[in-house]
């Protein structure tokens, strides 16, 4: 019972990683998971229980470790394939299918465990109270083991594939010899049974490690991959989860790709005279773009950059070409324990572009956030806030306003189809207590001849509406966000 209730939650925590790659990590993700999962645990001591009342549980133990270790190999290709089917329609129904098809069985059979040992354990009505607690708290010893050694430590060591691998041969072996050693008789009908699961494993494992994982780098935050450009042989994508999260041109720092990354560009080449250093913070690395862009297009800067996942800095190093020194910093941690931290005007300019899936990190949005936010900036200091969200926008308009609550000056920049509602993507917020060099925005996004609209003022106001201001006490941005298509 411990090792099969700790092997449950193994799964749960690891259905998080192996689901990311396809349907990003947000609360529907989480809320699928945990759901399915109860729903195979309750199924499972339930068909157990009356299992065991038909067979006799030293016949059952053994078969039901060994199919439990079967059906946890079985994610790996059950996932992945399933999984490239959801990419193209990753909303809460195809969440749900995936969680159900990967995680449910495992978890009903491996639940079986529990009413089966009861069984096999209780010899007498006088002591069904105690076998019953000591049993189950055997199984929530194995569960909280599970959750504290997977979620702390195996992820981010061995990877979700290994660990699933491992886990399989595990159960499966602890199935075959504790059929060997409770059967009464029948030797040679747990030898045939065991080629089979043998048989079966290896089959399962095969092809769960030739279905591929997706992940160049599976951290305990994210699944990250790099990807070339075929059309700039000198450029990079990066992908978190299902997110295009960061494009780097390894040969000209100054090229930006993405249309947000242009927006912020042209807040930083307007704010200050040309090539006049800055002193920078960024919320969220990823790819490191834009403390590469404002040391090459204003020497001198210097930029810290906060970063929640340490294996990120390794892969920008590795393969994004990030060079860090005294003019780039970066801290690891939490970025909200850090701006706490921050010294009071010790920065010019704050981009925020962290994200966990498609949405900003809920206690990066907030009221108080925001006040920290402006006590680190000086006084001509810019806030540039990247956000992403899809029609109606609540969570893009609830940032607006928090924002109008925290700073004098607030402005929005985006292509007219999102500030119209018809369409779904990047939105810019920008904030000072100083105006807003807007002018000289328009004037570079109309010499670029692209669309984007800057909206401030009597527009902000309407575009926000009435939407609620976000604090630490009610900040439901996975609510507000309306999942949409996978944007960048």
């Known amino acids: 019972m411990f090792f099969a209730s700790g092997s449950v939650l193994v799964l749960e925590i690891l259905a998080v990683r192996l689901l990311a790659p396809f349907v ?67 909303d809460a129904s195809a969440i749900l299918l ?66 699933v691998l491992a886990l399989g041969g595990t159960l499966i072996a602890a199935g075959i010899a504790l059929g060997v050693l409770l059967a009464a008789s029948g030797r040679r009908r747990v030898g045939a049974g065991t080629l089979g699961a043998v048989a079966v494993a290896l089959a399962l494992a095969g092809i769960g490690v030739a279905v591929g994982d997706r992940c160049q780098v599976e951290s305990a935050y994210y699944c990250a991959r790099v990807e070339a450009d075929p059309g700039r042989p000198s450029g990079r994508l990066l992908r978190l989860d299902t997110l295009r999260h960061s494009y780097v041109d390894l040969a000209d720092p100054r090229h930006l790709e993405f249309d947000y990354a242009r927006l912020i560009g042209d807040t930083i080449d307007v704010m200050r005279p040309a090539r006049e250093p800055l002193d920078a913070l960024h919320v969220g690395g990823g790819g490191f773009t834009l403390p590469r862009y404002l040391a090459a297009t204003r020497p001198g800067s210097r930029s810290l950059v906060l970063e929640l996942d340490p294996a990120l800095p390794a892969l920008a190093r590795e393969r994004l070409g990030l060079r860090t020194g005294p003019a780039l910093r970066v801290r690891t941690g939490d970025a909200r324990v850090a701006l706490g931290e921050a010294r009071r005007g010790a920065f010019d300019l704050v981009v925020g572009d962290a994200f966990g899936g498609v949405a900003v990190p809920w206690h990066l949005t907030t009221l108080e956030v925001v006040r920290e936010i402006r006590s680190a900036l000086r006084p001509r200091g810019v806030y540039a806030l990247n956000v992403i969200d899809f029609p109606p926008a609540d ?64 527009r902000l106001e309407r575009f926000a509406g009435g939407a609620a201001v976000l604090t630490d006490e009610y900040a439901p941005v996975d609510q507000l966000l309306t999942p949409g298509s996978r944007g960048g």
């Open 24 to 90: 990003g990590v947000t609360l529907e993700t989480y809320t699928a998971i945990i759901g399915v999962v109860l729903a195979g645990i309750a199924f499972g001591t339930w068909a157990g229980g009356r299992v065991a009342d038909l067979i006799e549980p030293r016949r059952m133990l053994g078969p039901v470790l060994v199919a439990g270790g079967l059906l946890a190999l079985a994610t790996l290709p059950l996932v992945r394939g399933l999984g490239e089917l959801a990419l193209a329609r990753a």
């Open 98 to 163: 995936l969680a159900l098809f990967g995680f449910f069985p495992p978890a009903a059979v491996l639940s079986a465990i529990s009413p089966t040992v009861v069984k096999l354990q209780l010899a007498s009505l006088r002591e069904t109270g105690s076998v019953v607690g000591r049993l189950s708290a055997l199984g929530t010893a194995g569960a909280l083991v599970g959750t504290f050694v997977t979620g702390f430590a195996l992820v981010a060591e061995l990877g979700a594939t290994p660990i």
């Open 395 to 458: 969570f893009a308009r609830a940032e607006a306003r928090t924002l109008a609550r925290g700073f004098r000056h607030v402005a929005l920049v985006a292509p007219p189809e999102l500030l119209d509602g018809s369409s779904g993507g990047n939105f810019v917020l920008l904030a000072s207590q100083a105006p807003l060099p807007l002018e000289r925005i328009r004037g570079r996004i109309s010499g670029r001849g692209t669309r984007e609209v800057v909206a401030a003022g009597r």
